[in-house]
């Protein structure tokens, strides 16, 4: 088939995206050259993170800028960064990002497009050596091109994603991302400066055997999560927790397994955030096949009422979301 034709090849991110074009919502163009923004940005990011741990030496490195500033923090950058290709690219009219309080309205009359997006998940992990990640969700404007941005625009419940994708810079740097049309993973190499499709067709196995939890907060879950948790050790589970949204959701969607971040007493929301973090593994979780919830109702389904809203997730392999689920409604 088209896809390990592809890959046999040799397929670059540019021409994969070009290859599947007419798979794309309204296949105009201008949502493959936004991936392509993207995917720039990240070759960026991921450059400046290979050398995080350099920051201290940075004059000899010839990173302080000539006023001698010091260098700002590696999230800030990434921020920066991404903003930047985003607004330069022409394509999208309004932005939301974890690093911004408010909505950046780009003036861009002819944008059609809004990007929710975490430019660097996971950065208390960048002084320890530890993966992190971007995660970025694709929205169609829903109010007329050339009107200003109004919340319709903003307050889009997951469902509406046009295009979702996260970046897992690791032991190696990878963009995986969706259309609506299947999940599909290129990986980073360097030193010719592209991404390679390497993992086409991504299915998430419907069950599997890792759970990944913070266990620390144990004394602050309600008792259906304490119940799953306590069944993940009768079954004998894999525990496997990084503490980096991205790296622990990437593993498990390839090597089949549960992420939760459950609601605790202390914040009954839990921590992760609706439109930047939990909507994008949503989309690319259902469509390799698994299943991403609060526990009660569909992530993809929840109608945002803030912009930096937060909500319980537990996402991941199928049958696991639904044990975990069905352990919450028994026991609350
Ligand atoms: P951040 O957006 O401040 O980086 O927080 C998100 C991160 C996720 O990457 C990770 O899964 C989670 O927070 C870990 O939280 P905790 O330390 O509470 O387990
Ligand atoms: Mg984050």
Known sequence: DQ???????????????KLKQGDFPFASGELSQLLRDIALAAKIVNRETNRAGLSNIGG????????????????????????????????VCAIVSEEED?????????????????????SSNIDVNISIGTIFSIYRRKTPIGSPITSEDIMQPGSQQVAAGYVLYGSSTMLVYTTGCGVSGFTYEASLGEFFLSHPDIKAPETGKIYSINEGMELEWQSGIK????????????????????????????????????????????????????????????????KASDGESRILDIQPKALHQRTPLLIGSKVMVEAAEQFMQKTE
């Not at 896809?3 to 995206?17: E, F, K, M, P």
């Open 3 to 17: 896809n390990s034709l592809a890959y046999s090849v040799g397929i670059t991110l540019d021409r994969y995206i």
């Open 227 to 290: 119940a799953y948790v306590r069944d993940c050790k009768v079954k004998k589970y894999q525990s496997r927790y990084i503490g980096s949204l991205v790296a622990d959701f990437h593993r498990n969607l390839l090597k089949g397994g549960i992420y939760l971040y459950p609601a605790t007493f202390s914040n009954p929301n839990g921590k992760l955030r609706l439109l930047y973090e939990a909507n994008a593994l949503a989309f690319i979780i259902e469509q390799a096949g698994g």
């Open 102 to 122: 408010a909505v950046i309205d780009l003036q861009n009359k002819s944008g059609k497009y809004v990007v929710a997006i975490d430019p660097l998940d996971g």
């Open 60 to 91: 000899a490195f010839g990173q302080t800028n000539v006023q001698g500033e010091e260098q700002q923090k590696l999230d800030v950058v990434a921020n920066i960064r991404f903003m930047r290709a985003l607004s330069k690219g022409g394509e």
